[in-house]
């Protein structure tokens, strides 16, 4: 199976700034890739699909790029509400895979 | 808007069946895919599983000798059942509806404990 591997784990970052997460696959999804946002206590929501598309009702602060192995969630500036656990997910090959979280963290 | 919720036992024994269902509001279960994805405490998100909507089934090879997923079309309810459970099963259990690959839509997941 495809192993997805998220960095950095935590990321401390200030309100107002610019958070940078990554996930790597172990090898090329193409586009194939999804990221979620869960905070405590609630279910994921979808950000991105196609590596790059937003979600439905997703503001236009976060954005995703990337293609085959490498792939960046960025959030252009953080609001409080931004601060979660970040997962990255792949469906080009099954079983679907995950990456282990990032943690986005107020500094 | 699709709702889901899941429903089912928080304590399983060891050895025993765990068996959850999702009802779904606001979609048919006769379109789309629905998935079940655990997290164990402190770990990341693992994907079980899915029913189509035709009722085929595709799970992680992981799990596939002890899980089957199914669907009651009357009810608008899919169901999981993992067989043979043990501590390692213990996880935020949800299910969720999978369009493009990708999950749109969660319930908001419930804790089993498999312990004696």
């Known amino acids: 199976e495809i192993v997805m591997t998220q960095s950095p784990a935590p990321l401390s970052v200030s309100p107002g700034e610019r958070a940078t997460l990554s996930c790597r696959a172990s090898q090329s999804v193409s586009n194939n890739l999804a990221w979620y946002q869960r905070k405590p206590g609630q279910a994921p929501r979808l950000l991105i699909y196609g590596a790059s598309t937003r979600a439905t009702g997703i503001p236009a602060r976060f954005s995703g790029s990337g293609s085959g192995i490498e792939f960046t969630l960025t959030i252009s500036s953080l609001q409080s509400e931004d601060f979660a656990v970040y997962y990255c997910q792949q469906y080009n090959n099954w079983p679907y895979t995950f990456g282990q979280g990032t943690k986005l963290e107020i500094k | 808007q699709v709702q889901l919720q899941e429903s089912g036992p928080g304590l399983v024994k060891p050895s025993e069946t765990l068996s959850l269902r999702c009802s779904v509001s606001g979609d048919s279960i006769s379109s789309n895919y629905w998935s079940w994805i655990r997290q164990p405490p402190g770990k990341g998100l693992e994907w079980i599983g899915y029913i189509s909507y035709s009722g085929s089934t595709n799970y992680n090879p992981s799990l596939e000798s002890r899980v089957t997923i199914s669907a009651d079309t009357s009810k608008n309810q899919f169901s999981l059942k993992l067989r043979s459970v043990s501590a390692a099963d213990t996880a935020v259990y949800f299910c969720?509806?999978?369009?493009?690959?990708?999950?749109?839509?969660w319930g908001q997941g419930t804790l089993v404990i498999v312990s004696s």
């Open positions: 969720a509806r999978e369009v493009n690959k990708s999950f749109d839509s």
